[in-house]
């Protein structure tokens, strides 16, 4: 886990980035603190062509059918020159209201495409559900997938290939987790903070200590 | 209790005919039955052939060869008549190209049945013998055009392909017929033997009046001859091609390997075609049934229960950043890892 502002290391409860003191109140402050009412494509930037709309769609459908607890979005536009895209993606997948998801599906499981058509970038976000599952990684390689469509200006391929991409490594995680859960359970587990690990270490000494040592019952 | 006393009669029997004399006329018993007039077994033992000149005449001209009447002019004039040339339309059909059956009948000299019963001898023999023996029938009083030497005929023909004999037989007189032997076994088999064959063969059809059985005969003995002469070629030479039934027209152009392959194509085809196909198709459908499977496919993953992080109540997990500015870096170079404080400092 990284913090979406100075891109350093925390742990899985962390309130606020422990370096950079983070928050999404932060986010809150620079992009508004109201639900944003969007779609699951939703092309504010205008990258899409309007024949391109129907594949990109399709995709995005049959993602959902394949993952029926998941939705996949997809949002384009102009971040200005002082936002920066991975804060505003984690803000948006916080804040959205994506009003052609069915409502039992939470924004927990969804992942967000954000493209800046404006400084060339793109990220994506994924809610807490997926956390086990998705790591930086995977995120990388399937926009590594769209980068040569979007180098080009086809956002509409690259969109499709990075769906068709992540849906893959979806899959694979799907198995490996129907295989082997306690591997995701694992690293999904929060890491223990500094008031337990003492009260465990004090337990500890208190258990030992109560039992009696073998010297002790040697001078019995 | 029987079997010993037989034994024993069989076996004083044989004693007894080794050992006694065979019976001699005592003194004057013979005499004494000629003077009864009547003396047993004379005519047989030949005793008294010299008293019975009549007998004796009668006896020495039975044994004098029996006068055979001389030819008519008639049998003559049938023997020199002149005989008729193949008629042209046939010739094509006998001597153009290599035979596809055994036996060559195009004028249909043999009736149905007969010609059946013939090609189908031919068949086995052909079957069973590594030499396929090939008949061209002709009429009785046909010649073959004097253009076509058998030798060269079969040289032509015959040089590729399953080692034959080929045979011009004339229906109604065998002793006219010819045979020659295709290169590969004629210069294998001594002309001595090739002769011994067809005068065997033609001895055959001596015993029959009909002229198709006559060349049933003939094709009989001349396979049995042709087994003998594989015999003892047997180890010298390997027929080029294994055993069939029909025989396939030799190609005038030597055969390409693209022709064999398909050729062979269309051989596996036809014998495996069918099972092949329903076993393609049953594999197709089970393949389409599975893509089918895996696209309707649905996953699902375990919803653990997660604490946020950050104050955000949906998520917090914020992937990669990549750049897509240049189109000369790789994606892995423009990948966006720059804390946000630097990037606005």
Known sequence: MKCPRCVQQIHRAAESCPHCGFT????????????????????????????????????????????????????????????????FGFWLLNRGAFEDVPVEIPNEAGILLTIDPESKAATITFGYLLDPYLDQADTFLSLSRAHAHWLEGKYADGIVRLVDHLAGVLKKRSRQARRDPERFEKKHQPAASKRDLIKKIRSGHQTSNSRPSKSQEVAR | ???????????????????????????????????????????????????????????????????????????????????????????????????????????????????????????????????????????????????????????????????????????????????????ELSGKIALPEQRRAMESSVLKTMAKDDPAAQLKAFTMQMSIR??????????????????????????????????????????????????????????IGVLVLAIHWRRRAQFVFADLDAEPRLGASHAAGVGAVISFASANLPPARQRDQMPDYLRRA
């Not at chain 2, 008949?135 to 023909?157: A, D, H, T």
């Not at chain 2, 062979?264 to 014998?271: I, S, T």
Request: proline letters at 8%.
């Open chain 1, 24 to 87: 999404l109140a932060d986010a809150d402050f620079a992009f508004g603190a109201e639900e944003v009412r969007l779609r699951r494509l939703t092309d504010a930037a205008g990258l899409i062509r309007r024949g391109d709309r129907a594949r990109v769609e399709a995709a995005l459908a049959k993602f959902s059918r394949s993952f029926p607890q998941l939705f996949f979005a997809v949002y384009t536009g102009s971040l200005g020159e002082v936002a920066n895209i991975r804060q």
């Open chain 2, 1 to 183: 209790m029987k079997l010993p006393l037989l034994l024993l009669a069989v076996f004083t029997g044989s004693l007894l005919a080794e050992e006694m004399p065979l019976p001699r006329w005592l003194d004057g018993e013979r005499e004494q039955a000629i003077k009864d007039g009547w003396i047993a077994g004379d005519q047989i033992l030949n005793h008294g052939l010299a008293a019975d000149p009549e007998l004796e005449m009668s006896l020495l001209d039975s044994l004098k060869p029996v006068d055979v009447a001389p030819p008519t002019p008639e049998d003559l004039a049938e023997s020199d008549a002149p005989l008729d040339p193949v008629p042209n339309e046939f010739l094509d059909a006998y001597f153009e190209n290599r035979p596809t059956q055994f036996l060559i009948d195009p004028q249909g000299l043999l009736n149905a049945d007969e010609s059946a019963s013939q090609l189908g001898f031919l068949k086995y023999h052909a079957g069973d013998s590594a030499i396929d023996l090939f008949v061209y029938v002709f009429g009785k009083i046909q010649e073959i055009p004097s253009e076509v030497r058998s030798e060269e005929f079969v040289e032509r023909l015959f040089s590729t392909g399953r080692p034959a004999a080929v045979v011009f037989y004339y229906l109604g007189d065998p002793q006219r017929s010819e045979m020659a032997l295709s290169p």
């Open chain 2, 226 to 283: 042709l087994y003998w002469m594989e015999r003892t070629l047997e180890g010298n030479f390997t027929p080029a091609t294994p055993a069939v039934a029909e025989v396939s027209p030799v190609p005038e152009k030597p055969v390409s390997a693209r022709v064999v392959l398909e050729e062979n194509v269309v051989k596996f085809l036809k014998d495996w075609g069918p099972v092949a196909g329903c076993v393609l198709f049953v594999a």
